[in-house]
């Protein structure tokens, strides 16, 4: 199937899509909007290209709605996987310019008491758009970090020496925290 047919379908199924996305995305709404997801589903369509054969709109339809399934369990599982430990991505945020980036305590609010569920989640979403930002290796780097994963390890996952690893991470997660204080301002 060529790419313009492709599309042309798209197009001819975007309010069924945009329907299905809004019915189906439950709580990813929370964290991203319909049409970013709908985006999303466009760009998983268009990626799978190789994998359709047009058997008429019906199948077409058919088809969407599986990848877009399978887009949004995707993103579920990766907001998930962020709210499971986001007191590690967000003490990365927090980290001074030491000498070991990691090595900060918990985050707090510069608020009396504890840090509440909405604010927490408010900054978690931006740590995760000060993710979406970064270069990929860059946010490897960051994501690896704040799962504990050895320098060592990073490097051999990399390719390239434990010095530069070294180095690597920590502009990446200077990257991280300047992008994190940009998603916050006001």
Known sequence: ????????????????????VARHAGRLTRYESVDDLKQGVHLRVIESEADYEHRGAEAFQKWMYTVARNFLASRYAYWSALRRKPAALLRLTAAGSGSDPGAVGEVSSPDTGPLTYAERRD?????????????????NLVVWSSE????????????????????????????????????TRP
């Open 148 to 183: 504990d994963v050895s320098i060592q390890d990073m490097a051999d996952r990399l390719e390239i020496t434990y010095a530069a690893v070294e180095q690597a991470r920590r502009r990446a997660l200077d990257r991280f925290r300047k992008a994190f204080r940009l998603a």
């Open 123 to 139: 900054l978690l979403l931006h740590a995760v758009r000060a993710l979406e930002v970064m270069l990929p290796r860059d946010k």
């Open 1 to 20: 199937m060529t790419g313009s047919r492709l599309a042309q379908l798209l197009d001819q199924h975007e309010a069924e899509l945009t329907r299905f």
